[in-house]
């Protein structure tokens, strides 16, 4: 189907899904949507000079029908010369271990292999999955019937990072007339016909009647908005990025909003900063309505004193004419020390956090306290990531500083530094993690094999109640 697969090309460059000559990672369950995607994708590598691999990964969810699917997934590569990657985990024990629901703990295992898989293939490496049309719609309109702004009706976006939709503007209808055409037999999952989710309902149930009752292209209209939400989103986002540097500052253990200059602004330019802090908490899946309601009448109307609480043990406080949002202080338990491998990742469960590693092929934007850049032939592996000791020390611009003056200086109060993660080379500082990067081991114009060292909230932190969970499951598709 040449039409098919000019119009996916046309996607992939007014969206630059991909560069020619660039490497394409195919999430592939053997399904009709991924499989394809990867039929196509296998079709544009001539053209585009692709290198393109498949992937599959078996969730141990579905039994021999999973171990099928696997099965089908790898003849299908080998017929078509491409080469593919595999794994099979038991996610049902995972997912009790970790205290998440099936569905989460598997959506975060897949994408988990899926970045393992595209570090293999090398830098500059794109995960493409099998969204569609129909996707889209159902995304946008489960969102509508939740209440949602713009941010949410921008659904799911061609690009996220290194993960790409060729497929988003493309129904299901064609898809099938697609494999039909091409004589590909995929795999179906039963649970796809069950009506138990709400997704599934509402495929089975509420589209069929708006589309039936109100509008045959309602999937097309639905994505059309999805598009329009995305281009006035993303202008939104950049207005409110020029307010919040006029009106957030960090400040130990949290953020401080300016209630002058916050007052001065348009309510969706307010909502905005607001959605923003979230943001940077870690907290946007579980700041509900009523929590920017409260937070935005404490900045107009709040008498200094005045507090609030916040999901994720955050509390606001006015004081004088500033929003202070720090984190409740709890007591930190003592941790062992946890070495971190490049590509890689570590848990510090007793501290909240998550760390990872990630080789890059060029300078990482959006750097800070949080996320860094080091020139990993500078710093000799394994890193180690510990507490604190006494008499720790750091290289700095002027020479060496203690760690302990350090933490003074930055005004890091005594019963939270336990909680800092200091990674170390060689038993030597190199980032003192959410506070300082040192002076050893930076990226320079010489640098030549760049990683980018991340820190964020565990999963386990982020979405500690069952509730919670279950919002995030409904914002992105598994």
């Known amino acids: 189907m040449e039409d098919l697969l000019t119009r996916v090309a046309a996607f992939v460059s007014r969206h630059a899904l991909w560069r020619q000559g660039g490497r394409v990672l195919v999430a592939c369950s053997g399904g009709p949507d991924s499989l394809a995607l990867l039929s196509l994708v296998s079709a544009l590598k001539k053209t585009q000079n692709l290198e393109v691999w498949a992937a599959h990964f078996d969730h141990g969810i579905r039994g021999e029908e999973g171990r099928a699917d696997a099965a089908f997934v790898a003849d299908f590569a080998a017929a078509h010369a491409i080469p593919c990657r595999m794994t099979r985990e038991d996610v049902p024990a995972y997912a009790a271990r970790h205290g998440l629901s099936v569905e989460m703990a598997a959506r975060e295992r897949r994408y988990r292999f899926l970045r393992r898989t595209a570090v293999e293939m090398g830098t500059g490496t794109v995960i493409a999955t099998g969204h569609q049309a129909e996707d889209q719609a159902e995304t946008v309109l489960m969102r509508i019937l939740r209440g949602t702004g713009l941010h949410g009706l921008s659904a799911i976006r061609?690009?996220?990072?290194?993960?790409?939709?060729?497929?988003?503007?493309?129904?299901?209808?064609?898809?099938?007339?697609?494999?039909?055409?091409?004589?590909?037999?995929?795999?179906?999952?039963?649970?796809?016909?069950?009506?138990?989710?709400?997704?599934?309902?509402?495929?089975?149930?509420?589209?069929?009647?708006?589309?039936?009752?109100?509008?045959?292209?309602?999937?097309?209209?639905?994505?059309?908005?999805?598009?329009?939400?995305?281009?006035?989103?993303?202008?939104?986002?950049?207005?409110?990025?020029?307010?919040?540097?006029?009106?957030?500052?960090?400040?130990?253990?949290?953020?401080?909003?300016?209630?002058?200059?916050?007052?001065?602004?348009?309510?969706?330019?307010?909502?905005?900063?607001?959605?923003?802090?979230?943001?940077?908490?870690?907290?946007?899946?579980?700041?509900?309505?009523?929590?920017?309601?409260?937070?935005?009448?404490?900045?107009?109307?709040?008498?200094?004193?005045?507090?609030?609480?916040?999901?994720?043990?955050?509390?606001?406080?006015?004081?004088?004419?500033?929003?202070?949002?720090?984190?409740?202080?709890?007591?930190?338990?003592?941790?062992?020390?946890?070495?971190?491998?490049?590509?890689?990742?570590?848990?510090?469960?007793?501290?909240?956090?998550?760390?990872?590693?990630?080789?890059?092929?060029t300078l990482p934007p959006n750097l800070g306290p949080n996320v860094i850049a080091v020139d990993a032939d500078e710093l000799p592996l394994p890193w180690e990531i510990r507490p604190r000791r006494e008499g720790d020390w750091l290289k700095v611009e002027q020479g060496t500083k203690k760690l302990k003056k350090l933490l003074i200086d930055a005004k890091i109060p005594r019963e939270t530094r336990a909680s800092l993660p200091i990674f170390t080379a060689n038993g030597q500082i190199f980032w003192v993690g959410g506070l300082r990067q040192a002076a050893w081991g930076r990226v320079t114009p010489e640098t030549k094999r760049i990683v980018r060292l991340a820190l964020r909230q565990t999963l386990k932190d982020v979405y500690e109640d069952e509730w919670c969970v279950k919002q995030k499951q409904r914002e992105e598709i598994p």
Request: glycine fraction near 6%.
């Open 158 to 361: 061609p690009r996220r990072g290194n993960v790409v939709r060729p497929l988003l503007s493309v129904s299901r209808a064609d898809i099938e007339a697609y494999c039909l055409q091409e004589g590909l037999s995929p795999r179906q999952d039963a649970t796809n016909a069950e009506m138990d989710a709400v997704r599934n309902r509402l495929r089975l149930e509420l589209m069929p009647l708006l589309r039936d009752r109100y509008n045959p292209e309602i999937t097309m209209a639905l994505c059309r908005l999805a598009d329009i939400a995305r281009d006035e989103g993303d202008f939104l986002r950049r207005s409110v990025e020029a307010i919040w540097q006029k009106v957030a500052q960090p400040i130990p253990e949290g953020w401080a909003l300016a209630r002058s200059a916050f007052s001065q602004q348009p309510v969706a330019l307010q909502e905005g900063v607001l959605r923003r802090l979230a943001e940077v908490l870690g907290e946007r899946m579980r700041f509900r309505f009523v929590h920017y309601e409260a937070l935005k009448d404490l900045l107009i109307k709040g008498r200094t004193g005045v507090k609030i609480d916040l999901p994720g043990r955050w509390r606001g406080e006015i004081v004088y004419d500033v929003l202070h949002v720090r984190r409740e202080k709890v007591p930190c338990r003592q941790w062992e020390p946890q070495c971190l491998s490049v590509p890689g990742e570590v848990s510090l469960p007793v501290i909240g956090l998550y760390a990872e590693a990630t080789p890059v092929e």
